[in-house]
Every structure is written in C-alpha cells, then in structure tokens.
C-alpha cells in the first residue's frame, strides 16, 4: 500500500531534549516536505527536499534541522525543543513538486 | 513564499445543499491542487486542474480555474455530513508556495 509512515504519533517531551520524528514513504517520491498545523494559523512548511541531499528551508525552519540521505526518509530534528514548538506535524512527499502531495498521519508533539 | 487564500474561513450548510469555496493566489502558476482534512488527520488530495484548464470535475466535486483573475473555486454538490472537513487550496508553480488557512465546511445532517 502506497503511504506516508510518520513515527512517533504522540510525543510528551520537555525543553532541550533533542527529539527526531521519522518520516519514511514507500512511493519512490522526489519531493519531502515538513509541516507544522497550529490553530488559527493553518498549515505552514518547516524544510523541504527536492531530492536526495537537496533540501531547503520553508516559512518557519528556525529551531529545526532536517536531512535526506536516502530518497525514502526525510527525518525531522529538534535539536533542542521549547513550548512554542509545540504542534501537530505532517510529512507529505509527491513524485515531484508541484504535483499532487501525500500526507502522513500526523504527530502531536507536545514540549513541556 | 505565497499562499493560496481560502474563503470564506467558515461555511454552515445543510445536507442535500451545494457548497462553494474559494481560492485566490497572486503568482502565476502550473496547476492548482485541492485537499481535504478531517479534523487532526493528514490532508487528503481531491483534485489538481492545470494551468490551461478551466473546469474539472471528479464524482461531486466541481473545480474550476481563473488564471486572469487568479482564482480558483470548488464546489461540491449535493453535500453529506461526511463531508465535514477544512478544505486548502495550493497554487502550484516554480516559486515556493503553501497552504492557506483553508475553509471549515460543516454539513449539518
């Protein structure tokens, strides 16, 4: 089945503990995308990969790395979390930009 | 980067009624997507019409396209319950563009 795996689902953290959050799709897809869903302020794009070793920084990329070292994972790093990073996060990847993206489920991060 | 614009930000219709929600951009643009999110799940793709054409239709979903006017419009017709969900636009091109804010339909059986 074509999907877009994102681990973990829920997260509980506290300030400063670095956290990753994988994403990995299963559809040979060039393009990776991060993004952060807050109320009231929609969906907003943290990095995204063009391809392999190719990534670039979205709207709001301060207080996260990310990096693509294989075409199928594109992880999220928080190096050091604070309360305003808490969120809900989606990947999404599509065969290449602009087309049509897939998203995964979602992690509900929340950094105390 | 830009983003597509949704309007309105909410809309309340009853079951069996159309609904109609709009997009406007202020790039030029390849194509236009369209999603769909029930509440705290991913987005789901529902259609993609291109820059060259003007209307596009898939089951009850209606969506056409304005590039003069830089606008987009879905409608979806005879509406179920089930299609309670926010709706996004996103303006596809070269240029780095996003998600709006998107329109929350609530069809109320």
């Known amino acids: 089945e074509a999907q877009v795996t994102q681990n973990p689902r829920y997260l509980i953290t506290v300030t400063g503990k670095k956290l990753t959050v994988t994403c990995s799709q299963n559809?040979?897809?060039?393009?990776m995308s991060w993004y952060r869903q807050d109320p009231g302020l929609g969906l907003r794009q943290i990095y995204y990969?063009?391809?392999?070793?190719?990534?670039d920084k979205g709207d709001v990329p301060e207080g996260y790395k990310v990096s693509r070292k294989e075409k199928r994972n594109f992880p999220l790093i928080l190096e050091s979390p604070s309360p305003n990073q808490t969120s809900l996060y989606f990947c999404?990847?599509?065969?290449?930009?602009?087309?049509?993206?897939?998203f995964g489920p979602g992690t509900r991060l929340t950094v105390t | 980067s830009q983003q597509g614009e949704e309007d309105p930000q909410a809309l309340s219709i009853q079951e069996g009624e159309n609904a109609t929600m709009n997009c406007s951009y202020k790039?030029?643009?390849?194509?236009l997507q369209w999603y769909r999110q029930n509440s705290g799940r991913g987005l789901v793709h529902l259609i993609l019409?291109?820059?060259?054409?003007r209307e596009k239709h898939s089951g009850r979903l209606r969506v056409t396209l304005d590039t003069s006017k830089k606008s987009s419009s879905l409608l979806i017709t005879a509406s179920r319950a089930a299609d309670t969900a926010s709706y996004f636009c996103?303006?596809?091109?070269?240029?780095?563009?996003?998600f709006g804010k998107g329109t929350l339909l609530t069809v109320n059986p």
């Open positions: 559809m040979n897809h060039e393009y």
């Open positions: 996103r303006p596809g091109s070269n240029y780095k563009l996003t």
């Open positions: 990969s063009m391809n392999v070793e190719v990534t």
């Open positions: 790039t030029s643009i390849n194509n």
């Open positions: 999404a990847s599509s065969l290449r930009d602009p087309y049509e993206q897939y």
């Open positions: 019409i291109r820059s060259n054409e």
